[in-house]
Structures are given as C-alpha cells and as structure tokens.
C-alpha cells in the first residue's frame, strides 16, 4: 500500500474511532451494513480460505441461501458452469495481491437461475496496516447486460444485413457493369461493320470529293469505335480517361495519315463521366485530323511537322490544347462542316473553344467547365 494511501486510510480509522460508538449493535456501520438495500458480505483472509463471515439480509435475498448456508464458505460456491474463467482470475489475483477490483461477473442463486453481479470487492486493514477483512459489495445489474447484449445482438444484426445488402447491390453493379461492357462491345462491333460498310462503299465512288467526305466520315466513326473500344475495357463502367484515348487517337490517327508527325503529348490522367466520352472524343479526333490534313501543306514527308496534345484539369475546368507548327490559320475554317461540327459539339459540353496563331502553327485550346465529385471523375 502506498505511503498517501496507508495515510489515508489511518485518517479513516481515526474518523470512525472520533465517533465513539459503542461495538456490536450499537456500532453505526454495522448497522448500516445490515439495513442497507445493498447485497454485502464481510470475508476473513486470517481463517483458511477466506470465509465468509457476515452477510447481510440483501445478500441473502439476493442469492436465495440462508445465513446459515453461506457464513464459513468461500463466496466462490456464487460460481457455476457460464461464469468466466477470466473474471475470476482477476478477482483471485486481485485478493492475492490485496487490491481493490470492482467486476461484472455472472453468478448463480441457490435455486440456479443466473444473475449478473456488478461486484466490488476491497481490502480492510488496521491502523497497523495488517490485513483484517475483505469488504465486498453486490449488485444485481441482469437488466443492464441484458441490453447491452440485444445492443450486441441488433449491432450484429443490423451488420449482417448491411452486409447481405452491400452484397446485393455489389451483385447489382457487377451485373450492370457486365451489361455495360457488353454493350460497349456491340456497339464497337457495329461501328466497326459501318467502317467496314463506308470503306466498300468509297472504293465504288470515282468522285474524288466525295471519296474524301467519306474518310472523313470513316475517321469520325473509327473515333467513336476507340472510345467504346477503350470503355468496354475498362472496370468503371461510369467513367472514360480522356488521356488514355487522346494517345490512342493520335497514335492511330499519325500511323494511318502515312507521314512521321513528331507527337508531343501532354497528358494528365483525367476521367470525365462516361456520357461525356462521345462528344468530346469527336471533337478532339476533329481538331488533330484538321491539323494533319491542312497545317502542312507544302510540306515534303521528311519533314511532316509536330502535332500537340496537352490535356490538364484545374479545380473546375478540364482543359484540352491542341496544336502543331505548320502553315497557320490561312482562312477562316468556320464554314466546314468539321469546324461546324465541333462548335457544335462544344456547345454540347457548354465549352469555349479559341482558335490561336501559334507563330509558327496553329493552336486550338478548350477549356469546358467542370465540377470535382468524390469518385474522381470531372462532371461537365
């Protein structure tokens, strides 16, 4: 016991010896003990096992034995076959030691129905510091388990069901997911038959104009092919990377034009809603396919020139800048059904879109606004 403490506790026995109360029946604590509603017993550590040695009429009214059953026992008899191993340890180590505990430990009553027992148990020792008595206190708190284990039991259930339902709708995503990728993959394959349809077609056309509308128009579906292409794909079906598509689209668009443009790109890994995907991927493959068909001229192939693609976003604007070095804005392109396309296509995504001489070639930056939700993706 600690120096304050045993200092503490000789303040208490002077107290109690200032109240110069008579012993046996006239002693006020002992009175106390017997009158109070509060289930308690008094142990002998001095005697072999540590009997009990008093205990008064709420113990016994509260575990069904006569005074006779208990006084000369160890408390231990309160124990049965559910009462926790753990727990009394802890109140044996705890009286071993000569230390204060206070525990929930489940007992049993004479008749054998169980209890929960909120037991607080204390050592007494004298002026001299020697050991006389374990004080202990019990206290039927059944009612109080017993709701914290519904509490237990609704908290498991409650997170089964959490569970199962999280289960169900993961089920759910997946299924769509599955159909969104199925869906995707037709509609590439039936973009890929028109591509097929249009190319038969244009070999039967002599008209050289018309032959050109119809690359045009194969290069605008073979984007949009790309883009389902890279949507089946990908895990999110939700979603579409507007950097991972500007690199296949230039590198597809630089193989098939026959000439060794230099690709600068810049591109940061952006993912825009997969509803978006359409729109802006025809606008970006119709602003690299001007710039190859009409920034060079004059050019010989050796020196077929640098295409740019910078892709960026900001707290609320995605940025797409595409560029080259060639010949400049010679005209105004306004009136071609490519230019006609993509402002239309701009108006769609609520974009700006600024035509600029680079000096030397052209520049043509984009900027479309967009919020930042939590998943990640830019929600034009």
């Not at 046996?24 to 040695?53: E, H, L, S, W, Y």
């Not at 809603?273 to 068909?293: F, G, Q, R």
Request: charge should be negative; include cysteine; glycine fraction near 6%.
């Amino acid at each position: 016991m600690s120096p304050k403490v045993l200092h503490e506790s000789e303040d208490a026995w002077h107290l109690t010896s200032d109240l110069h109360a008579e012993q046996g029946k006239g002693d006020p604590f002992a009175a106390a003990m017997r009158a109070t509603r509060m289930a308690m017993i008094i142990t002998d550590p001095r005697q072999n096992d540590n009997p009990i040695v008093f205990a008064n009429d709420a113990f016994l009214k509260l575990t069904g034995y006569t005074r006779q059953e208990v006084v000369g026992r160890n408390c231990r008899f309160l124990q049965g076959p559910e009462t926790d191993a753990q727990s009394v340890d802890e109140v044996r180590d705890a009286v071993q030691h000569r230390e204060d505990i206070g525990i929930d430990i489940l007992n049993y009553r004479k008749d054998g129905s169980q209890f929960w027992n909120a037991l607080y148990i204390s050592p007494v020792s004298n002026q001299n510091g020697e050991l006389q008595f374990y004080f202990a206190s019990q206290l039927n708190v059944t009612d109080r388990k017993q709701a914290e284990q519904q509490v237990h039991v609704d908290k498991e259930r409650v997170e089964k069901a959490v569970k199962e339902r999280t289960r169900e709708l993961e089920i759910a995503l997946e299924n769509q997911k599955t159909l969104m990728h199925e869906v995707d993959h037709r509609v590439k394959n039936n973009l890929q038959m028109i591509s097929s349809l249009v190319i038969m077609q244009s070999r039967s056309i002599p008209d050289e104009n018309i032959k050109a509308s119809l690359k045009s128009m194969l290069e605008r579906i073979e984007a949009l092919s790309t883009v389902h292409r890279r949507l089946y794909q990908s895990d999110d079906v939700t979603t579409f990377d507007v950097s991972d598509f500007v690199r296949d689209l230039v590198t597809d668009l630089v193989a098939a034009s026959g000439h060794n443009y230099k690709r600068v790109l810049e591109l940061e890994p952006v993912l825009i809603p997969a509803e978006k995907a359409a729109p802006l991927a025809l606008m970006i493959n119709e602003l690299v396919t001007n710039a190859m068909k009409h920034g060079f001229k004059g050019r010989e192939n050796g020196h077929a020139g640098t295409i740019g693609v910078n892709v960026s976003q900001k707290m609320n604007s995605l940025t797409i800048d595409v560029s080259d070095d060639g010949v400049g804005m010679v005209e105004k392109e306004g009136s071609t059904f490519g230019l006609r396309l993509v402002k239309s296509l701009a108006r769609q995504l609520r974009a700006d879109i600024e035509w600029r001489n680079a000096s030397p070639g052209t520049r043509v930056v984009i900027k479309i606004p967009v919020d930042k939700p939590a998943n990640g993706a830019l929600q034009s």
